[in-house]
């Protein structure tokens, strides 16, 4: 390929990376890396390669429960006896908050949850890389919406000094180990990682700066909100344009962030925060993506309002597309579809257009992530993307589902379709924070779980311990 070879070492990283990729490297030991070129590759000592692939040997993998390790397996038993049916599923949504957090922690924290630091969520990184999902969304599940109290030692400056640190010693690094472990031809195999923004996270009163962001009296606070996104975000640009340096026959961006969604009454200030950042960021290449969800009624002419506006202003959309995750708390139910088959209908409809947008001669929408746990959905667009060409488009559309989540899709994706651009949504931060995430998933995502939880899972998660012990 041209400039570029076989060989790529940490030696020609950015000095600004390296210093932090050498500071945070984690050592993977045990670890076979084979490849066809193994005998012209070199790597340096600093960035070891990570397993790319499913311990022992993928082929011998049924299903995604013989992927998980035996702490990972009793986490899935947890869950399924927690969603074995609705009264037991409503008890447990109860009587959660209640639930002291080193009980959760010893059950299944680390199922859903990366860690309460970036050591940890390395690890988990690390961990998915092995199941061979080689990138992740980090999300640092800390909001102040509606008035709500931080835990103690949480803060604004606290969580922007965090979502900072998470890119330059976490999401960089991470993002260079998948690319030095895999042969150069296969660069753009690797996805980008990426890093979820919550609005109601960057700014004290996040909840009426948003209701109100088009007043007079509000404009200081939400150019206060927009500042903390623009930090945040200077940092991905910046890194994405020293890698490609290293990396030249990159296509897609190494590293993205992400404008989380927000409940419906919000979401027209979240639409012009991350049109801002849009405006600022993606006039090149795309560096920032935003959320729509598409349960919403109005999804639809939201994603053609803002193609006429990237149009006008001369910058990419990038978009994160999810059905929704307020449909449990959404007080207006008449802003959500009137049935999930609308909700499907409008869902695949509106992914189809972006690829359609991005496959054209003038493409708008410059990055996709398909953000679902319905594997009709998923595979549709695996089977749309086998059709299509360009590798521009190819490299720059990644399907993701939530760690601890729809596994099986996920799985299925990559043995049954060799999908490569897949990543997992990794929740991470101080506990307290964290058990209200869970809480949040088990509220909104009830069907998402039971959907492949409940007795099946469990006797599926008894049938593998069986096989592993007498086998």
């Not at 990972?72 to 006896?81: A, Q, W």
């Not at 890389?129 to 803060?155: H, P, Q, V, W, Y």
């Not at 007079?216 to 200077?234: M, Q």
């Not at 099986?408 to 060799?418: E, G, I, P, R, S």
Request: charged share 25%.
């Amino acid at each position: 390929m041209l400039g570029r070879t076989a060989t790529r070492g940490l030696r020609t990283v950015p000095v600004t990376l390296r210093s932090s990729i050498i500071r945070q490297s984690v050592p993977v030991t045990g670890i076979r890396f084979i490849t066809s070129s193994q005998s012209n590759k070199t790597v340096s000592p600093a960035v070891e390669p990570v397993a790319t692939k499913i311990p022992e040997d993928k082929k011998a993998a049924k299903t995604y429960l013989d992927t998980l390790n035996n702490d990972e397996l009793f986490g899935y038993g947890v869950i399924g006896m927690a969603t074995l049916n609705k009264p037991i599923l409503d008890l447990v949504i109860k009587l959660f908050p209640y639930t002291p957090i080193w009980l959760i922690k010893a059950l299944v924290y680390k199922n859903y949850c990366g860690g309460d630091n970036l050591p940890e969520v390395l690890q988990t990184g690390e961990r998915l890389a092995e199941r061979g999902i080689k990138n992740m969304m980090l999300s640092l599940t800390i909001e102040a919406c509606d008035n709500k109290e931080f835990s103690e030692g949480i803060s604004i400056d606290y969580i922007v000094k965090e979502s900072k640190r998470s890119i330059s010693e976490m999401l960089v690094p991470h993002t260079v180990k998948m690319i030095e472990a895999t042969p150069a031809s296969e660069i753009n195999d690797i996805p980008p990682g990426y890093i979820a923004l919550k609005p109601t996270g960057l700014i004290e009163n996040a909840s009426e700066i948003l209701l109100n962001y088009n007043k007079p009296e509000f404009k200081s606070k939400y150019d206060e909100l927009l500042k903390n996104c623009v930090d945040i975000c200077a940092i991905f640009d910046k890194a994405n344009k020293d890698l490609l340096k290293q990396y030249p026959d990159r296509i897609a961006p190494f590293i993205v962030a992400v404008v989380d969604a927000e409940r419906n009454d919000l979401q027209q200030g979240v639409y012009k925060l991350q049109r801002d950042l849009f405006a600022e960021f993606n006039k090149e290449q795309v560096s920032v993506v935003g959320t729509v969800q598409l349960y919403l009624k109005e999804s639809t002419g939201v994603l053609e309002n803002e193609k006429k506006l990237a149009s006008e202003g001369g910058y990419k959309l990038g978009w994160k597309l999810v059905r929704g995750a307020y449909i449990h708390t959404e007080p207006d139910r008449g802003v959500i579809f009137d049935t999930k088959e609308g909700t499907d209908l409008n869902y695949d409809k509106n992914i189809k257009a972006s690829i359609d947008d991005m496959n054209s001669k003038s493409p708008i929408v410059g990055h996709l992530v398909v953000a679902s746990h319905n594997g009709d959905s998923q595979t549709k667009v695996t089977k749309m993307i086998g059709e299509i060409e360009n590798v521009k488009v190819k490299s720059n559309v990644v399907l993701g589902q939530l760690l601890g989540m729809a596994d099986n899709v996920t799985f299925d994706l990559m043995t049954k379709y060799n999908v490569k651009n897949i990543i997992k949504y990794v929740p991470w931060g101080p506990p307290l924070e964290t058990k209200d995430y869970l809480l949040r998933r088990l509220e909104e995502n009830g069907d998402a779980v039971r959907a492949d939880s409940g007795w099946p899972l469990v006797k599926d998660i008894s049938k593998t311990f069986y096989r592993r012990i007498f086998n």
